[in-house]
């Protein structure tokens, strides 16, 4: 039997991981702070610990010091910075600490099933022991957050000014999304029908708007946005408003008979 002591978020998201994930019938009995767990191996529960319980412990730590030092944003944008800060202590690089860079959740399992073989676990004494200079990491993983924050909000201001200059414009643009980050682009203006350059748009979203923008389209008609990545979309909606239009979702083999059949 493994015992965990874990309570508020973490405890939840522990036990939602070890419900998803288990691999054979668990029994988890909870008496107070303390999970009592059967059924599960300690290296089992250490992955619920790193993959969901410490994300969940992290973000209460990022939100509670966010609140303390940016205590003049408003509650939106103190949560997206705690969101900014998770992404960007992902991405960066692995270091000597276990908790930083790509690949920190297998080092913390790691290191949570090695405590767990020893005994009973206190997540949160763990977690605030044993992972030295994790308080002074996070304040500048905040600072990196913030800098994406002014980032993001600078390009809502860009997406902004871009949306004013645009026109009526004259031209139909047809966005036939498919999958592997694939973009289909059609113009329909005076001089008929034709295909504009598309292809794979992962990493150039940017630039697919720019051609858009210098399109100066009167409507751009959305297909299988399934497909399309949300925050493209987002942006779309954003510069060109009402003219994003989404229609029902067509096969690929049927599109150029459907864009043929309007000419």
Known sequence: MLIIHINGHPRQ????????FALQPVSIAIHGTALRIRGMSAESAAEALAYAAFPAWEKTRLQTLIRKNYYLLDAAKQERLAVLAQIVAGDQMPDALIYQGIGRESRLARAFAAALMQGPL????????????????LRGIMLLAEEELIAEEENLEYLELLRRSLSQGNSQISLFFSPGDICQIWQQDNEGLHQLEGGHIRGVE???LANLICLDPASI????RVFADSELLSMLETVFGAKVIYEDDQPTAVKEHLLLDKQ
């Open 122 to 137: 206190n997540f949160e004494g763990f977690c605030r022991f044993r992972l030295p200079g994790y308080e002074d990491y």
């Open 13 to 20: 998201a522990f036990i939602n991981h070890a419900c998803r």
């Open 221 to 224: 008609i959305v297909r299988n």
């Open 206 to 208: 940017w630039l697919l």
